[in-house]
Each structure stands twice: as structure tokens, then as C-alpha cells.
């Protein structure tokens, strides 16, 4: 069984930037299809930026648009953990954070689009972009 366990959420300022981390146990997350998710209350959850399996044959990274060259998903394999670094951050990032891994042969954009199918999630960290 994979646990997963986000830290490094808080309060910012807008323009301000944020890592977030994702410590895997259990099993190795190399072998997993990550993706970082966040929700704000009352709408629905938004896959953010998704990541193929370090093992994968073709190795792709989906960042959603809303994100796209503020946001950058990473991987420590020494440290068994993923981290997503926040740059730019508007008010509107405003959300709880969870990392989630999918098994299998996945296409990062699906994973992030239909998370219905997912494994594991963590339990998630609130992040929080003042102005």
C-alpha cells in the first residue's frame, strides 16, 4: 500500500512562490504516475500537473493552462517524493493541495482530466494567496 503525505502548504503573498512536498511510503513512487491536484470549496477538483512513471517508456508531464510556466512538478527518487514548486502565485491558486499516484500506463493529461480513476491521494494541504 502507497501513503502519501503533502507539507510545505501556507499563506503567501500574491507574486510570492511555494514547494510543495509529497513524501511517499509504502512502495517506491518511481514506479507511479504522480499528479498534484487542488479544490477550492464548492467547485471541482483541477488535476494541475500530472507526470508519467519514472519507468514509463515515454516519459510526458501535463501542466494544466491555468498553471502553465508558473508551476513545475519534480521528483526526488532518493528521497522517494514528489514536489510541486509554485512560482508567480496569484489569488486565484487559492486552494487545498493533494498529490495523488495512479498505477499503470497512463497519459499525464488524462490522468490530470479524469482523476476518478486514481490510486492514492493524500490528504491534501491548504494554500492560501493573500493579496
Known amino acids: 500500500q502507497l501513503q502519501l503525505v503533502e507539507s510545505g ?48 517508456r515515454k516519459r510526458a508531464t501535463y501542466y494544466a493552462t491555468s498553471v502553465q510556466g508558473r508551476f513545475v512538478i519534480s521528483r526526488d527518487t532518493a528521497k522517494n517524493a514528489v514536489y510541486l514548486q509554485m512560482d508567480s502565485l496569484k489569488f486565484e491558486d487559492t486552494a487545498v493541495y493533494s498529490c495523488a499516484a495512479l498505477e499503470g500506463i497512463a497519459q499525464p493529461e488524462a490522468m490530470c482530466d479524469f482523476p476518478e480513476g486514481i490510486d492514492y491521494w493524500g490528504k491534501g494541504v491548504l494554500v492560501t494567496v493573500s493579496q
Open 9 to 56: 502548504g501556507g499563506s503567501v503573498q500574491v507574486g510570492g512562490s511555494l514547494r510543495l512536498s509529497c513524501v511517499a511510503s509504502g512502495r517506491g513512487v518511481n514506479n507511479y504516475n504522480i499528479g498534484w491536484f487542488r479544490q477550492v470549496p464548492g467547485k471541482e477538483r483541477e488535476g494541475i500537473a500530472c507526470t508519467t512513471s519514472i519507468t514509463s
